[in-house]
């Protein structure tokens, strides 16, 4: 509007240099704008601010929408699911005014698997609540029936809401696509077919700079399979290093690869069975030049703790799966953990359990192990991981909290006074804003419990504890609280 920027600019420079021009207009406000003009009363001030309240008026005054025949207002389908409860309701207003996400978000999972919705009402407050917290928005949008769906097609702001929301890909993303998205259209052709996948990386490979090849080879690893291996061998003759390690890192996920193969027969050469006990022979360095290019590593000048054929050697049991020592010293999975354990090969078992996800093997290893492994956790079932992180709590309390705190499963009864007694001890390290995303995986039953039971005669300092327990034990009452209303209807 040519009388907006004239009015702006004459205000950036003052009226003092420059008076407003006059301004021509049509209708109505032609009529104003002379009349604040030939007010004598006005002086260059007067003109200036009351001819921008009369432009701003004029603005926002709206304009006559085009008329358009044969438009109906779209309504939301009728909903086939009852709405939940006030006092269900209830329970949910108070995760949300103790500020616990994780509680909204637990409360939002019993309505929708007890087969209720949330009152109409409270969708505005919701979906505003989801849209900025990615945790509540597929929760939310399995109990916000048909009425969700439809005001989250009003919105823009709620469209994110919607499934599938921001990663459609267009046909062509993967010709003319940024590289996120050739990425993402990848992968997703490596989910629904692996072979054209492939197919369609591998036509294309001659095209791409080495950055952009590495980046697309990070794709194989959905759905990796034998059948990736032959192409995979070529590309570690590639001249781009990081293209390299990545096809070798691929390759090193493959028990049928050449690679691993070579593995498993110097693994074989060195570590055997003699009448019932683990005999280790040194390997013969160094070792063929592929298995250097592949990722074994010698062993660094300041390491002083062992020998190199050690070092190499731990390194490539490693990347063997326990399978095949198993099959190999002919041991059980519990034998064969006891014997390699006890020969110093503990880690390197580990390590290859991880590698390969062998999940039986992870458990039979955390069973016998005395040292703690963070990176455990949640690769075995929970009952495992708990008596493991039991072993530990008190020991590496930090540790254990941080790594139980980043699972889905709810704690049980042992390891929750476990932690209580840690916390208690250090009161100061952890306050009610720490917990208010675990609240979730807190039992229930830990409210009917004496304390007594589990601290025992333990000296901590009851004033903070007491403090701390007393907001615990109030998130807990709130979950209590849900469960209570979902399950007795």
Request: net charge negative.
């Amino acid at each position: 509007m040519e009388h907006w920027q004239l009015l702006m600019k004459t205000a950036l420079l003052g009226t003092g240099k420059q008076a407003l021009p006059a301004m021509t207009a049509r209708d109505e406000l032609e009529t104003a704008l002379a009349a604040i003009r030939q007010d004598a009363a006005n002086d260059r001030e007067d003109v200036l601010l009351k001819t921008g309240a009369v432009l701003l008026n004029y603005r926002q005054a709206g304009i006559t929408t085009l008329p358009a025949d044969n438009l109906s207002a779209a309504t939301a389908a009728p909903e086939t699911r009852p709405y939940c409860s006030p006092e269900a309701v209830a329970s949910l207003q108070e995760a949300m005014d103790l500020g616990s996400n994780a509680l909204t978000k637990h409360w939002l999972e019993l309505c929708a698997d007890a087969g209720y919705l949330l009152p109409p009402a409270l969708l505005p407050l919701l979906m505003d609540k989801a849209t900025g917290s990615k945790q509540l928005r597929a929760p939310l949008m399995k109990c916000c029936g048909n009425r969700g769906f439809w005001l989250a097609q009003l919105n823009p702001d709620w469209a994110i809401l919607l499934p599938g929301h921001g990663v459609e890909i267009s046909a062509d993303a993967w010709e003319t696509g940024t590289l996120p998205q050739r990425c993402e259209a990848l992968t997703r052709k490596r989910s629904e077919d692996p072979e054209a996948a492939l197919t369609m990386l591998m036509e294309t490979w001659k095209q791409e700079n080495a950055a952009t090849r590495a980046a697309l080879l990070e794709c194989l690893q959905t759905e990796l399979s034998p059948n990736d291996i032959p192409w995979l061998q070529q590309l570690t003759a590639d001249k781009s290093l990081k293209v390299k390690e990545k096809a070798w890192e691929l390759l090193r996920q493959l028990p049928q690869s050449e690679i691993v193969q070579s593995y498993q027969q110097l693994v074989a050469a060195a570590i055997n069975n003699i009448d019932g006990a683990i005999i280790i022979t040194e390997l013969q360095l160094p070792l063929p030049a592929n298995i250097y290019q592949s990722g074994i590593d010698k062993l660094p000048p300041s390491a002083l703790h062992m020998s190199d054929e050690t070092y190499q050697l731990q390194q490539l049991v490693a990347q063997v799966p326990c399978s095949f020592l198993s099959k190999h010293l002919d041991l059980p999975p519990a034998a064969c953990v006891q014997q390699l354990a006890a020969a110093g090969m503990e880690a390197a078992m580990l390590k290859a359990a991880i590698h390969f996800k062998e999940t039986d093997w992870i458990e039979h290893i955390l069973e016998q192990s005395h040292t703690f492994y963070p990176e455990v956790f949640h690769l075995a079932s929970p009952a495992k991981l708990e008596a493991y992180a039991m072993r530990f709590a008190e020991k590496e309390g930090s540790a254990v909290i941080l790594r139980m705190g980043a699972g889905t499963t709810p704690w049980g009864l042992a390891i929750t006074q476990q932690i209580f007694r840690f916390i208690a001890m250090h009161p100061y390290s952890y306050n009610r804003n720490y917990f208010l995303e675990l609240a979730h995986l807190l039992p229930v039953e830990i409210l009917h419990i004496d304390e007594k039971r589990y601290f025992g005669d333990i000296l901590y300092n009851q004033q903070a504890w007491k403090s701390l327990k007393e907001k615990l034990f109030e998130l807990i009452a709130c979950k209590a609280a849900m469960q209570q209303q979902f399950t007795q209807r």
